[in-house]
Every structure is written in C-alpha cells, then in structure tokens.
Nanobody, 119 residues
Framework: VHLVESGGGSAQAGGSLRLSCEAS????????MGWFRQAPGKQREAVAT???????TYADSVMGRFTISQDNAKNMLFLQMNSLKPEDTAIYYC??????????????WGQGSQVTVSS
C-alpha cells in the first residue's frame, strides 16, 4: 500500500495540528493502521493505532490530546493533535499493516511529516 501524508508543520505550545494519510488501497476492516513518531536521537514510537475493528490505542503521552480517526470511504487516516507540547516535536509517520504484526514488521510506511512545536 502506498501512503501519502499531508498536514503537520509548526505550532506553538497549546496549539493544534492535523495530519492526514491517504492509502492507495482499501484498508477498511482489513488492516491495522497507525501513527508513529521519531524525535531526533530517539527511537520511533507508536502514537496512536487502530486495529482491524477500528479500536484505538494511544500512547500515554498523548492520551486525551490526540485523536486518531478514519474515513474508510476515502481510505484516509487522520491524527488530530490538540494541546501540543514541545516534546511532541518529531517526524510523524503513518503506517498500514495488513498482518497486524507485533512490532509492525509487515507495515508499509508514509514518507513522514515534520511537526515542530515551539514553547
């Protein structure tokens, strides 16, 4: 699956940004999907994911601030980010994994979108 991300950019602390990810194939009820991020000098981490049934899981650090959602008719995945903090600064990647494997080893990845939050 080819994934194209859009959105992101810069915001001040407390602000909001929205990331979008368009998949080239139908992922509805078939794939696990999610958003990951990687900050400089750190490992990539899961931010928010949904399983095949659309059930979301959030990292503790973004719980209550970020919301993952889907538009299945358009094969789109979104990440609404509110109450942003400087520590949210990272490159954000969307991922689709038809195998729903542990560690997302079977995933396809988007190109990445830079999110920068200033204090």
């Amino acid at each position: 699956v080819h994934l194209v991300e859009s959105g992101g950019g810069s915001a001040q602390a407390g602000g909001s940004l929205r990331l979008s990810c368009e998949a080239s194939a139908n992922t509805y009820n078939r794939d696990c999907m999610g958003w990951f991020r990687q900050a400089p000098g750190k490992q990539r981490e899961a931010v928010a994911t949904v399983d095949r049934a659309g059930r979301p899981t959030y990292a503790d650090s973004v719980m209550g601030r970020f919301t993952i959602s889907q538009d299945n008719a358009k094969n789109m995945l979104f990440l609404q980010m509110n109450s942003l903090k400087p520590e949210d600064t990272a490159i954000y990647y969307c991922a689709v994994d038809p195998t729903c494997s542990v560690g997302w080893n079977g995933a396809d990845w988007g190109q990445g979108s830079q999110v920068t939050v200033s204090s």
